[in-house]
């Protein structure tokens, strides 16, 4: 496995992407911490408050993902103005969203707390963190494309230590704002909406040095990235429906069932980071190749990446099976839900060769532009669980319903993969077909 040519750029892209995305649940866990001992209230407030603005900053992923898809295109065609131009759109498009998504935040916030099951006084400080944390979208918007843009031109040490410093930024700033000036979760608040700001115009600096051809807006290249970001987003909807409906469904079963459903999909989330990594050192060679004309490189890059992804995935596979009895211990000492866990880990465990091999096929399709396929192969596998997990009647059926929603994305971007009718070579999506 050590002989191919693309292997030392695979570990070069995907080490400090792994890096990158690690910052964020790091943030999390250190804002949990800092805030967990202001009180159960505050928690409470801070674990809602993440879930609203979590969820529609996730599903705008496509500044990202759809930013280095473009980017690394024109930069494997050697088009660097073109590239640094299309920079300024990902710019332009990244702060008119963001100043969207954070007016329409502070419009819904009492009404979207109260349906996520927020009351009174948990109630009230979830809405003023929201807020306040609205402010800090725009900067995190931009931060997405930012990230998208440098990586798009192999530039992933910069994103990996402006995350880094601002992280460590928000914690010093929360510690000093919360216990300092007890300003309490309103504190908390405030210094992570300023770390976000300075990692946004740390990106947009980045971005706007870049040499472009034009840094106008202009509505004729912000509408590829758009249509990108349309076909992400429905993809990203629908696995975000699968998985709740599931742990909707588990919590139907009993404080156990559910307990050992979160047990495991936070285990998912946690190894997918390492998948995803490949997937986004995917996304750039394959970018880079066929813009530059390259469909053979492209190919042998792929399975290159592919093998790698099953690889891993097999490891983790190996490693969940053999701590079936010991790994849920580490997360509780209650009978019923590790009789749960028991129940459903086996399944958990052989889903990880199949996911490392989707993370990576999700990786080179988005690389290549081909999105609608990857949107509407979404849907079809959404439209496969849903049966299987109404049905289920238990949370190991729930998980087979899950194993089959991998197998029809294993199936059709396997087969997309194979067609190879994602080749798409030159600078555009629009070129030539190979």
């Given at each position: 496995m050590l002989r191919s040519p693309y292997d030392r750029e695979i570990g070069r892209l995907a080490l400090p992407a792994l890096g990158a995305l690690a910052a964020g649940p790091l943030y999390v866990l250190a804002d949990t911490a800092i805030v967990g001992h202001l009180g159960t209230p505050q928690l409470a407030a801070l674990a809602l408050a993440g879930v609203l603005v979590t969820t529609l900053v996730d599903l705008s992923d496509f500044l990202s993902y759809g930013t280095t898809s473009q980017v690394t295109r024109l930069h494997g065609a050697g088009q660097e103005a073109q590239a640094g131009g299309f920079a300024a759109q990902a710019l332009w498009l990244a702060l008119i969203t963001g100043v969207l998504v954070a007016l329409l935040v502070v419009a819904v916030a009492r009404p979207a707390v109260g349906v996520l099951g927020g009351h009174g006084h948990v109630q009230d400080l979830t809405v003023n963190y929201v807020r306040i944390a609205a402010v800090g979208i725009p900067f995190m918007l931009i931060a997405l494309a930012g990230e998208g843009y440098l990586r798009g031109v192999r530039d992933l040490r910069s994103p990996l230590v402006i995350l880094v410093v601002a992280n460590a930024l928000n914690v010093v700033l929360e510690v000093l704002f919360v216990y300092g000036f007890h300003w309490g979760l309103t504190g908390s608040a405030w210094g992570t909406v300023i770390a976000q700001a300075l990692m946004g115009g740390c990106f947009a600096v980045l971005m706007l040095r870049a040499p472009a051809d034009s840094r106008r807006p202009d509505w004729s290249r912000m509408r590829p990235l758009l249509a990108m970001g349309g076909d992400l987003t429905v993809r990203s909807l629908a696995l975000l429906g699968a998985f709740t409906i599931g742990s909707a469904l588990a919590a139907r079963m009993g404080t156990a069932a559910i307990a050992a459903h979160n047990i495991a999909f936070q285990l998912f989330l946690f190894l997918a980071l390492?998948?995803?990594?490949?997937?986004?050192?995917?996304?750039?060679?394959?970018?880079?190749?066929?813009?530059?004309?390259?469909?053979?490189?492209?190919?042998?890059?792929?399975?290159?990446?592919?093998?790698?992804?099953?690889i891993v995935g097999g490891v983790f596979m190996a490693l969940l099976l053999g701590g079936t009895d010991l790994i849920p211990r580490a997360f509780t000492d209650d009978p019923a839900v590790l009789a749960a866990s028991h129940s459903m880990w086996p399944l958990f465990a052989i889903m990880q060769p199949a996911a490392g091999v989707i993370f990576a096929l999700d990786g080179i399709l988005i690389g290549a532009g081909d999105t609608r396929f990857l949107a509407g192969a979404m849907v079809l596998a959404l439209l496969v669980y849903l049966p299987l997990a109404l049905l289920a009647g238990t949370l190991a059926a729930i998980w087979w319903a899950l194993l089959a929603l991998m197998g029809v994305r294993l199936l059709t971007a396997g087969w997309r993969f194979a067609g190879r009718r994602w080749i798409v070579l030159g600078g555009t999506r629009a070129a030539t077909r190979a």
């Amino acid at each position: 496995m050590l002989r191919s040519p693309y292997d030392r750029e695979i570990g070069r892209l995907a080490l400090p992407a792994l890096g990158a995305l690690a910052a964020g649940p790091l943030y999390v866990l250190a804002d949990t911490a800092i805030v967990g001992h202001l009180g159960t209230p505050q928690l409470a407030a801070l674990a809602l408050a993440g879930v609203l603005v979590t969820t529609l900053v996730d599903l705008s992923d496509f500044l990202s993902y759809g930013t280095t898809s473009q980017v690394t295109r024109l930069h494997g065609a050697g088009q660097e103005a073109q590239a640094g131009g299309f920079a300024a759109q990902a710019l332009w498009l990244a702060l008119i969203t963001g100043v969207l998504v954070a007016l329409l935040v502070v419009a819904v916030a009492r009404p979207a707390v109260g349906v996520l099951g927020g009351h009174g006084h948990v109630q009230d400080l979830t809405v003023n963190y929201v807020r306040i944390a609205a402010v800090g979208i725009p900067f995190m918007l931009i931060a997405l494309a930012g990230e998208g843009y440098l990586r798009g031109v192999r530039d992933l040490r910069s994103p990996l230590v402006i995350l880094v410093v601002a992280n460590a930024l928000n914690v010093v700033l929360e510690v000093l704002f919360v216990y300092g000036f007890h300003w309490g979760l309103t504190g908390s608040a405030w210094g992570t909406v300023i770390a976000q700001a300075l990692m946004g115009g740390c990106f947009a600096v980045l971005m706007l040095r870049a040499p472009a051809d034009s840094r106008r807006p202009d509505w004729s290249r912000m509408r590829p990235l758009l249509a990108m970001g349309g076909d992400l987003t429905v993809r990203s909807l629908a696995l975000l429906g699968a998985f709740t409906i599931g742990s909707a469904l588990a919590a139907r079963m009993g404080t156990a069932a559910i307990a050992a459903h979160n047990i495991a999909f936070q285990l998912f989330l946690f190894l997918a980071l390492v998948l995803d990594a490949i997937a986004i050192a995917g996304q750039i060679l394959v970018g880079r190749a066929l813009g530059a004309g390259r469909a053979d490189e492209a190919v042998a890059a792929s399975r290159r990446m592919i093998g790698w992804s099953l690889i891993v995935g097999g490891v983790f596979m190996a490693l969940l099976l053999g701590g079936t009895d010991l790994i849920p211990r580490a997360f509780t000492d209650d009978p019923a839900v590790l009789a749960a866990s028991h129940s459903m880990w086996p399944l958990f465990a052989i889903m990880q060769p199949a996911a490392g091999v989707i993370f990576a096929l999700d990786g080179i399709l988005i690389g290549a532009g081909d999105t609608r396929f990857l949107a509407g192969a979404m849907v079809l596998a959404l439209l496969v669980y849903l049966p299987l997990a109404l049905l289920a009647g238990t949370l190991a059926a729930i998980w087979w319903a899950l194993l089959a929603l991998m197998g029809v994305r294993l199936l059709t971007a396997g087969w997309r993969f194979a067609g190879r009718r994602w080749i798409v070579l030159g600078g555009t999506r629009a070129a030539t077909r190979a």
